[in-house]
Structures are given as C-alpha cells and as structure tokens.
C-alpha cells in the first residue's frame, strides 16, 4: 500500500530513534498547527523471547511538541505499546527517553529553546 504524501513528509522530519521504534499512522494540518500520530511499532520488548509477551492495547496519547513547519506548532501525538508477560500476567512496556525532563518539548527542541532563551518556556498545558 502506497503511503499518504504527509505520512512521508512527517517521517523526514521526526527524530531517527522514533522512525525506527514508531510508525507515523495520521497526519492532521490546519493553518495553525502540525498533528503526526505516532504508535509504537510492535517490535516485543528487549530481555523477552518471542511467545513470551501477548500484545495488550496501548496507553493513553502523549503529546511532545517539537519545533514548529513553516509558522505551525508541530505536535506529536505518542501512543506506546503494552505488553503482558504470558507466564506472570506482568505488565510490560519499553522505557523511552523522548522529551526533556520536566517538559513536553522533544529533547532537541527543548536544548534550542534553552540555548536560544537561557531558559525553556511554560507554554501552559497542550490540547
């Protein structure tokens, strides 16, 4: 199936580690803000054997703003997998390190913000 001309575009512009672990799954534009949803590519977990966990739905969204395309906030919305181990009925999940400490900025914007400010702006809550 061929690929919506954003979803390729969204791609090219995400951070590596998420393009290897995550899958861009909609793109949403509008004249003041960039949308990509991303979920967690069901990749199993690393120290587990194949067999060992059954998927078991997703948590709920995250949302990490990067740096703004062309006069939009852009936004991405992060949907990671859980797990259940089959033995223990143990929930399981990958740990990721995506946005800076104590923020909802991804790390690189966050860093530019700092370097460019000497400080990272509170822009209040997202919706």
Same mark, same amino acid.
């Given at each position: ?24 799954? &909609?793109?949403? &534009? ?12 069901? +990749? ?11 998927? +078991? ?22 949907? =990671? ?8 009925? &143990? ?12 923020? =909802?900025?991804? &790390? ?20």
């Amino acid at each position: 199936m061929e690929k919506s001309p954003y979803i390729e575009l969204a791609e090219c512009l995400l951070p590596e580690e998420m393009v290897e672990y995550f899958e861009v799954v &909609k793109v949403e &534009k509008t004249a003041e803000t960039l949308d990509v949803t991303l979920e967690e590519r069901d +990749n199993g977990v690393d120290g587990y054997e194949a067999g060992q966990l059954r998927p +078991n739905g997703f948590y709920d969204e995250s949302v990490v703003r990067d740096y703004p395309v062309r006069g939009r906030k852009m936004s991405f919305h992060v949907r =990671r997998r859980r797990w259940v181990e089959i033995e223990t009925g &143990k929930s399981v999940s990958r740990q990721w390190d995506l946005v800076a400490e104590g923020t =909802r900025f991804s &790390k690189e914007f966050a860093a530019f913000l700092k370097g460019l400010l000497g400080q990272i702006p509170d822009y209040g809550p997202l919706s």
